[in-house]
Nanobody, 124 residues
Framework: QVQLQESGPGLVKPSQTLSVTCTVS??????????WSWIRQPPGKELEWLGA???????WYKPSLKERNNISRDTSKNQFTQQLSPVTDEDTAVYYC????????????????WGQGTQGTVSS
């Protein structure tokens, strides 16, 4: 059974780094599925694709966030992490991880597997 579980700090201050981690079980992030992705949903807004990493470790980012976003992985723990920095209150959202076969999915139906999400709040 494939499961994705997000984790993060919950609350960070403006200009700091918001780091969220996705722990994957049931499938290896190095050998299965084309893309492991990050998506978020700000309050009252639609889902927004943020970036992705493939099984080989290459990364892709939403152009408007490319300068502030970094996706990395820990293969020993079967985890991948997104670090967004510096953040503003507009980065407040529920952050999800998912696996997709085509980059850029903006609906849950685009993903084969999807985590439950973790709240990321930016506030002073």
């Amino acid at each position: 059974q494939v499961q994705l579980q997000e984790s993060g700090p919950g609350l960070v201050k403006p200009s700091q780094t918001l780091s969220v981690t996705c722990t994957v079980s049931g499938v290896s992030i190095t050998s299965d599925y084309p893309y492991w992705s990050w998506i978020r949903q700000p309050p009252g807004k639609e889902l927004e694709w943020l970036g992705a990493m493939n099984s080989g470790g290459s990364t892709w980012y939403k152009p408007s966030l490319k300068e502030r976003n970094n996706i990395s992985r820990d293969t020993s723990k079967n985890q991948f992490t997104q670090q967004l920095s510096p953040v503003t209150d507009e980065d407040t959202a529920v952050y999800y991880c998912g696996s997709e076969t085509e980059l850029g999915g903006s609906t849950k139906s685009s993903y084969d597997y999807w985590g439950q999400g973790t709240q990321g709040t930016v506030s002073s």
